[in-house]
């Protein structure tokens, strides 16, 4: 098999002058001089640019290595589902997760900044989320990433890649930024997501859909509840359609679950974040229970939307209510930052194909998790350093994140100092993951006012 590869001088090359200005080098890198977190910002946004942004289709890589080398699954990966179908432990894993929240990080960089460098990126990360929703033929299915050729993809999406791909488009979508042709294909495209996903109840399909589904936005839990009204409500607000409108008023007056509590009802109760390394989740009648921040944000971010798009002051304040239950409930998971020495020592040795001995034949989505479960142990054993960069920069970046999105200053208060210093902690050229990307919408939507 080929090993296939971005070196950091095709980055340069395909990248453009813009991107290439913002290259900072990997060796003799110094913490940024400045203005605290606008600084640091900067410097992951630059770093980001360098390693992470495909140059030719404008997606997110999940990892690479210290200058940009990546080993790409080719077609015939994606179509046997080496190493596994999810894409689990491949670098095109999380394309549209951590795209589509990126692409809500250059819309407030862009609306702070107005610059043209700004602009392109956001624009050449929405043309990347765009390919993703149309690489599929079933109605529903958003690619997680692409394969060396460009256009293979494994089989599964999940709802932790379709809620944040809607989301950055549809901040996108209702800026300056697209032209008005752009902007009606992507409401265009949105709303035939949306509507497929209504038609398979709102579960998230795989591609073919006969390797079944990946996830739901039905269940009683916070996550999924905000989830599913803020579909409705910015199909609305995109499209004008009522049917979307009255959709979402039905879905949050339903009453759902055990406790027969309206999805409105679950949207205020907030949620409760554990450590990942917990061995038992509590559970309560009055919250979600999370051990991951990066995949819980996502119900932050959807509720954050439905307290901006919503009139009615009741229930904007069971939004603002939840939004400040999960600020509260995320302070505490800032603290592992100060796990994060600044040399890291752990190994980290991008190659999956170690996995394919352990590979066999998934004939649905169901096989597919149980064999990329199977297969986590063994990539974590060889990659103890993704394990640390998820603890120590990760978590507590998106901890930070779900405390900006609260619509209170008190949400927010007294942080500014210790976000600044958490940022400026961070040795952004000596990581591999790019989970530290929400570090550009910490930075600004921090400074959002509720």
């Known amino acids: 098999m080929s090993r296939i590869l971005y070196p950091r001088r095709r980055f340069i090359s395909q990248a453009g002058c813009a991107a290439a200005a913002l290259l900072l080098p990997v060796r003799g890198w110094s913490a940024p001089v400045g203005s605290g977190m606008d600084a640091a910002s900067e410097a992951a946004l630059a770093e980001l640019w360098r390693r992470w942004v495909t140059p030719d289709h404008g997606t997110v890589l999940a990892y690479a290595g210290l200058d940009g080398q990546v080993v790409l699954p080719t077609p015939e990966d994606c179509a046997a589902a080496r190493p596994n179908g999810m894409s689990w432990c491949t670098p095109i894993s999380d394309g549209p997760l951590t795209g589509g929240l990126l692409l809500d990080g250059l819309c407030l960089r862009w609306q702070a900044r107005r610059t043209r460098e700004t602009a392109a990126q956001a624009r050449q990360i929405a043309r990347g989320l765009v390919a993703l929703g149309r690489a599929g033929r079933t109605p529903g299915f958003v690619a997680r990433g692409f394969a060396s050729d460009g256009r293979g993809y494994y089989p599964a999406s999940s709802e932790d890649q379709v809620m944040p791909w809607v989301y950055g488009l549809w901040r996108y979508a209702r800026s300056e930024l697209p032209e008005p042709s752009e902007r009606r294909e992507i409401v265009a495209l949105l709303e035939g997501c949306v509507r497929a996903l209504e038609k398979h109840t709102w579960q998230v399909p795989c591609e073919p859909l006969e390797f079944g589904y990946r996830g739901s936005f039905i269940r009683a839990k ?217 570090a550009v919408n910490v930075r600004h939507q921090f400074a959002v006012t509720g």
Not at 222 to 235: M, P, Q, S, V, Y
Not at 237 to 265: C, F, H, K, M, S
Not at 287 to 300: D, G, K, M, P, Y
Not at 321 to 349: I, K, M, Q, W, Y
Request: hydrophobic share 40%; charged share 25%.
């Open 222 to 438: 916070h996550k999924d509840t905000t989830r599913l009204l803020f579909l409705n409500r910015a199909l609305h607000e995109l499209t004008g359609r009522t049917v979307w409108l009255d959709n979402y008023r039905r879905l949050a007056e339903e009453r759902i679950g055990p406790e027969q509590r309206t999805r409105i009802e679950w949207c205020s109760a907030g949620m409760e974040f554990v450590n990942s390394t917990a061995e038992v989740i509590p559970t309560k009648e009055t919250a979600s229970v999370s051990r991951s921040l990066w995949t819980s944000s996502l119900a932050q971010a959807a509720l954050r939307g439905l307290w901006e798009l919503e009139t009615d002051p009741g229930w904007r304040r069971e939004y603002a209510r939840g939004l400040s239950l999960n600020a509260r409930a995320a302070r505490p998971h800032l603290a592992p930052v100060h796990e994060h020495p600044a040399e890291p020592t752990e190994a980290f040795d991008g190659d999956w194909r170690a996995l394919n001995p352990s590979w066999k034949p998934q004939v649905n989505c169901d096989e597919a998790i149980i064999l990329g479960r199977s297969q986590l142990p063994l990539w974590e054993k060889r990659n103890p350093r993704l394990r640390w960069e998820d603890n120590t920069v990760r978590e507590p970046l998106f901890a930070a994140w779900i405390i900006s999105l609260g619509s209170t200053a008190e949400d927010r208060q007294g942080l500014e100092g210790p976000l600044a210093d958490m940022l400026g902690r961070f040795r952004w050229p000596t990581l591999v993951t790019s989970g530290f990307a929400i």
